[in-house]
């Protein structure tokens, strides 16, 4: 547990859907206040070829995950047709630690990460033999991007798995929070969750008066855009790195 408490009345927000409570408990051992408020909502596109494309899977060289949330529905649709992680032989790659860490703990092996979890940086790294003969399948949502597919020097197949939505509620909730407390800080993990705040929040609250934090630079370069100040970013991109970059800048501002 930490020893200081640079978060001490910090109200944070968290606008993406947490996997895990790991980042809402360190902002209270650094003395804050933490909310989890998803701007977005993620629901399966179920189908009634996804037996088929599950059995395909198999007879591809790699699969891409890019979040956990494609984790997450891939899984639902093998509990569903009663597919087993040996029965889909390919590597796995993973953008992020933590989407490695769902896929681990659902029986596959991933065999590949990049050093910067974002996607253009995986374009840029990953280099498996055989290039050029390479079948792979990426598993996303529907407003993932293209880049993966267009960059990548081999046949890309796409696979949507689930598709993302507003959640009003959390907009409401979120406008209250930064108009009552004092201290706020509010962290984006996606440009996803940048948008639907530019979209719902900004025209009431703003982007001013408080801490903004995101999760590395393609959510910061989405926040930019959007005309927000980004405060706080960790050179690992995950929540907790993010936490711990945004207790660095209190204390010093402290």
Request: glycine share 6%; net charge negative; charged share 20%.
């Amino acid at each position: 547990m930490p020893k200081r408490y640079p978060l001490q009345g910090e109200t944070v927000i968290f606008t993406g859907t947490l996997k895990s409570p790991d980042a809402l408990e360190l902002v209270k051992e650094y003395g804050g206040n933490p909310h989890s408020l998803p701007l977005i909502q993620v629901n399966e596109i179920e189908q009634t070829t996804d037996n088929e494309r599950l059995l395909e899977a198999a007879h591809y060289d790699w699969l891409i995950f890019t979040s956990q949330n494609a984790v997450q529905v891939f899984h639902e649709k093998m509990l569903r047709h009663a597919i087993k992680p040996a029965q889909i032989p390919c590597k796995i790659a993973a953008v992020g630690s933590q989407t490695a860490s769902a896929l681990e703990k659902i029986g596959f092996t991933v065999s590949f990460i990049p050093t910067t979890f974002s996607a253009d940086v995986f374009v840029q790294q990953f280099k498996p033999e055989g290039t050029n003969l390479l079948k792979v399948l990426f598993l996303r949502g529907s407003l993932a991007g293209s880049i993966l597919r267009e960059e990548l020097p081999f046949q890309v197949e796409e696979w949507t798995v689930y598709e993302t939505g507003a959640k009003p509620a959390s907009i409401i909730s979120i406008v209250e929070l930064l108009k009552t407390e004092k201290n706020c800080t509010i962290l984006f993990a996606s440009p996803s969750a940048v948008h639907v705040y530019e979209q719902g929040a900004a025209p009431i609250i703003g982007w001013e008066g408080f801490t903004i934090g995101a999760i590395g630079h393609v959510t910061e370069k989405a926040l930019l855009a959007a005309g927000a100040t980004v405060h706080v970013k960790p050179e690992t991109y995950t929540l907790k790195e993010l936490v711990n970059a945004l207790a660095r800048r209190k204390e010093v501002i402290q």
